[in-house]
């Protein structure tokens, strides 16, 4: 059954906030380059990743997908 296991927001400093669930990390988001963020969890190998920028004329796309992080470009 699908559910939400963790949720959470990224600032453009990569200050990881808001976060909540079973799988969520309480770690920062790494930047790793101009507009790339490597967002940490404990979800394992199995997950779904949905993201929606809040910010208008930015898009967002998850370009790899770990063990215990995913990466985002904007």
């Known amino acids: 059954m699908p559910g939400v296991f963790a ?3 990224i600032s453009s400093a ?4 808001n976060y909540w669930g079973a799988k969520k990390n309480t770690s920062n988001a790494s930047y790793t380059a101009t507009g790339i963020y490597d967002v940490p ?3 394992g190998y199995v997950y779904q ?7 208008d004329n930015v898009h967002a ?7 215990n992080t995913f990466r985002v470009q904007l």
């Open 41 to 43: 969890h404990s979800a």
């Open 61 to 67: 796309v998850v370009t790899s997908k770990g063990y």
């Open 14 to 17: 990569g200050g990881h906030t």
């Open 49 to 55: 990743v949905m993201i929606q920028p809040t910010t």
């Open 7 to 9: 949720s959470g927001s």
